[in-house]
């Protein structure tokens, strides 16, 4: 089946670098999220994006956050000038938006992100 | 989005039905009950979704209170693989963000 991949599984920053996640969402779906969850809490919704542009946000999705589809395959998620409360798992998924399974969301396996 | 109820954890032994409940008392009509499970700090898996008849697929079987008010995801026969955290999330279909509460934790022994 195919599958979300993500890149790089762990990455480690010093506070106030700037970081790009990379995600590969599975070919043809339409809508794509990002999530983090820190150790411990919740999964927590950051942004959706659909039709290259951002459909949802929430309110950790402040300016110091973006998301670009450049191409017709990769999802990035940069965060400008990092702080040690950004370190997290963060999640990228998409769902197909069309045929049976078209509002399942897949999950990548995550990159963790450790802010020193 | 309703908000949902969960018990914080379970157990169940391996090769039983594992019957996890969820309270979703103020869901509206539109409202689909949705579940999704995380193993171990990996990404969330979708198992399961209704909006009010039971639904069955390889993995679970959802049952829907008529009411709506509650409902129970059902593992037919649980493996230790599904030792996971089981999110019951209540939202409109098609394109809507996951709000995830903090779900029940499922322990699976031998």
């Known amino acids: 089946e195919p599958e979300v991949t993500q890149t790089p599984s762990h990455q480690v920053t010093q506070m106030g670098q700037e970081v790009i996640l990379r995600c590969v969402p599975i070919?043809?779906?339409?809508?794509f999220y990002w999530y983090r969850q820190i150790l411990g809490q919740k999964v927590e919704f950051l942004v959706s994006f659909y039709n290259n542009e951002i459909s949802e946000k929430s309110e950790i999705f402040d300016d110091q956050f973006s998301v670009e589809r450049p191409d017709g395959s990769n999802f990035t998620l940069k965060i400008r000038s990092t702080k040690l409360e950004d370190s997290a798992m963060y999640f990228c998924a998409s769902i197909p938006g069309t045929g049976k399974r078209r509002d399942e969301q897949f999950f990548g396996p995550g990159t963790r992100l450790t802010v020193l | 989005d309703a908000k949902t109820t969960q018990p914080t954890s379970m157990d169940c032994a391996e090769g039983r039905a594992a019957n996890l409940p969820c309270n979703h008392s103020t869901i509206s009509g539109n409202e689909y009950v949705y579940w999704y499970r995380q193993i171990h700090s990996q990404g969330p898996q979708y198992i399961i979704h209704g909006l009010k008849n039971n639904e069955t697929n390889e993995m679970a079987s959802l049952i829907i209170t008529e009411d709506r008010k509650s409902s129970t995801l059902i593992l037919p026969h649980a493996t230790l693989r599904d030792t996971a955290v089981y999110y019951c999330?209540?939202?409109?279909?098609?394109?809507?963000?996951?709000?995830f509460g903090a779900g029940t934790i499922l322990r699976v022994k031998s």
């Open positions: 999330i209540a939202r409109m279909e098609y394109g809507n963000k996951l709000v």
């Open positions: 070919s043809n779906h339409l809508y």
